[in-house]
């Protein structure tokens, strides 16, 4: 079985300041580990994904994220928030043997403040 | 290019009832999954469609049905309506079953009375 804690509910941060968004993962096999963003009023929409290539992965809109396997962590940052970045992030895991049944964190909301 | 398309948006509903929600994929998407999302927590899957046949089912009751049709489009049926079944249910679209990355609709917002 695989799943993933998202250890921050909210997080909030200045406009031009860095932000990190915290995920751990478990799982039985190799994962597979997605961030999806929900804009309000929006569809979920990814922003990125690993699957056992490169460990630091880009995303749109400037996002990245670090595999840790030693750490079974997925952590998402982004060096300089903007205003559009106010939204509610979901990390996100599958395991090879149920390709598309993604698992989903709890969410963490995202303020930024000008 | 028209993304996934979900109807109706908003519907009430009383305890007992029977509801169904429409998907429309992303075009030229063959794979449908359907995802409840209740209040302040993430998606839970519930199932996903390919070939017109359930493929892969999550921990859902079978009050909770499906079914794709040969244009791809799928409806997702819920019977004997429960309160806890208010929920915003999402509705992805996918070019195969085994991946990852999927396209999501706005939802359908299912209140319950």
């Known amino acids: 079985a695989q799943s993933v804690t998202q250890l921050d509910s909210h997080v909030s941060v200045s406009e031009g300041t860095p932000v990190l968004l915290r995920c751990n993962y478990s799982?039985?096999?190799?994962?597979?580990l997605f961030w999806y963003v929900q804009h309000p009023n929006k569809g979920l929409q990814l922003l990125l994904k690993?699957?056992?290539?490169?460990?630091l992965v880009k995303g749109i809109n400037g996002f990245e994220a670090e595999f840790k396997k030693s750490e079974t962590s997925f952590h998402l940052t982004k060096p300089s928030a903007h205003m559009s970045d106010a939204a509610e992030y979901f990390c996100?895991?599958?395991?090879?043997?149920?390709?598309?049944?993604?698992?989903f964190g709890a969410g963490t909301q995202v303020v930024v403040t000008p | 290019d028209a993304g996934v398309t979900q109807s109706p948006t908003h519907l009430i509903k009383t305890r007992g009832q029977q509801v169904t929600l429409r998907c429309s994929p992303k075009?030229?998407?063959?794979?449908v999954s359907w995802y409840q999302q209740a209040l302040g927590q993430g998606p839970q899957f519930i199932f996903q469609?390919?070939?017109?046949?359930?493929?892969q089912r999550g921990n859902f009751p079978d009050r909770f049905s499906g079914h794709q049709f040969p244009n791809y489009s799928s409806e997702l049926n819920v019977n004997a309506l429960l309160l806890g079944d208010s929920a915003l249910y999402l509705c992805?679209?996918?070019?195969?079953?085994?991946?990852?990355?999927?396209?999501f609709g706005e939802g359908s917002r299912l209140t319950v009375l």
């Open positions: 799982s039985s096999y190799s994962p597979s």
């Open positions: 469609y390919y070939e017109e046949e359930e493929r």
């Open positions: 690993y699957t056992s290539a490169a460990t």
């Open positions: 075009s030229g998407h063959d794979t």
């Open positions: 996100v895991v599958t395991a090879t043997d149920s390709w598309g049944k993604l698992q």
């Open positions: 992805a679209s996918s070019l195969g079953r085994n991946t990852g990355e999927l396209f």
